[in-house]
């Protein structure tokens, strides 16, 4: 996954970030969907028998995800539908398997707790595909690769030209996140080289370290590059991205390893999107296609290889 603010710009950046401070508004109760499978598109149904009986049976995957997350999961339509690549991929995904993939409003400490404990069977928005997390709890299917940015003030005050070079600077990250780790070690140089370590305030999401940030409590927020390039965009010249130093991060949809039909099945579903062409258009509606992956490269524990259900 993935995550420092005086006048809002666009009314629709407004609007997002209040669903941020009032989630259960904007998510109908903390659970709103994409919508039914209602496409046109034949049901595989040689995918679809890989299905947990209980998921056949209710035709429903629950799918956990914060909604604050443009573009990957965001609310529109005054917070009555969730949309963003992840969401429509998934829909996608559903139709080709009958079922409908109903997202539901997790902050992103709780979503891994909520799989294990079954409250969902998949996340898809948040998550970042590690080796770590491939031979522990979840198998994961990359589906996203992009870059890791930094956001900062477009005024630039420090003539911050990356993130490792922040040495005694303010720089956030979502909590509990890969980015909250990497900052660590941009720091742990700074002191090796005799400078000041940077300091990492840590945010539950995108929306208030921007409000943080537009308020000068930090220097700049370190996330995903497709959160952070849509954030400067709506933020009407105020902030700009600059390189994070970082290898591209690659994104997964979990799902619990006690659930390796349900795995096997949204691989399949995703290969067939990007065979079909469905995949790179719906990257391209948000304007994200340069982390598009390869066929080859939309695998079941893409860093590790881990047989489905295994753990190492």
Request: aromatic residues 6%.
């Amino acid at each position: 996954m993935k995550l420092s603010t005086k006048p809002r710009p666009a009314a629709r950046w407004t609007a997002l970030a209040a669903c941020a401070f009032a989630l259960a508004a904007c998510s109908g109760g903390n659970a709103a969907g994409s919508g039914p499978a209602s496409s046109t598109a034949p049901v595989n149904q040689e995918l679809r028998n890989l299905l947990p009986d209980s998921v056949k049976k209710s035709n429903v995957v629950r799918v956990g995800a914060m909604f604050n997350f443009a573009p990957t999961v965001m609310v529109v339509d005054n917070g009555s539908r969730v949309t963003g690549t992840a969401p429509d991929l998934a829909k996608a995904v559903g139709d080709l398997l009958g079922v409908e993939f109903k997202y539901v409003n997790l902050d992103w400490p709780g979503q891994l707790p909520a799989l294990q404990s079954s409250t969902v069977e998949v996340l898809w928005g948040q998550i970042s595909d590690t080796a770590e997390r491939e031979k522990s709890v979840v198998d994961l299917v990359s589906w996203y690769r992009g870059a890791e940015m930094g956001i900062i003030p477009t005024a630039n005050p420090h003539q911050l030209k990356a993130l490792p070079d922040a040495c005694g600077l303010r720089i956030a990250a979502p909590v509990g996140s890969t980015q909250q780790r990497k900052i660590k070690a941009f720091s742990d140089k700074c002191v090796e080289a005799g400078k000041q370590p940077i300091d990492n305030p840590l945010f539950r999401d995108v929306n208030s370290a921007i409000n943080s940030l537009r308020a000068g409590n930090i220097d700049g927020y370190m996330d995903t590059g497709a959160t952070l390039g849509y954030a400067a965009k709506q933020s009407a010249g105020a902030f700009t991205t600059i390189p994070a130093g970082t290898e591209n991060d690659t994104s997964g949809i979990a799902v619990a390893k006690s659930q390796t039909g349900l795995t096997k099945a949204i691989h399949g579903a995703l290969v067939e999107l990007v065979r079909n062409g469905t995949y790179l258009k719906i990257l391209k509606t948000y304007g994200v296609e340069t982390g598009a992956m390869p066929e080859a490269d939309i695998r079941i524990n893409y860093f590790t290889g881990t047989p489905v259900g295994a753990k190492q």
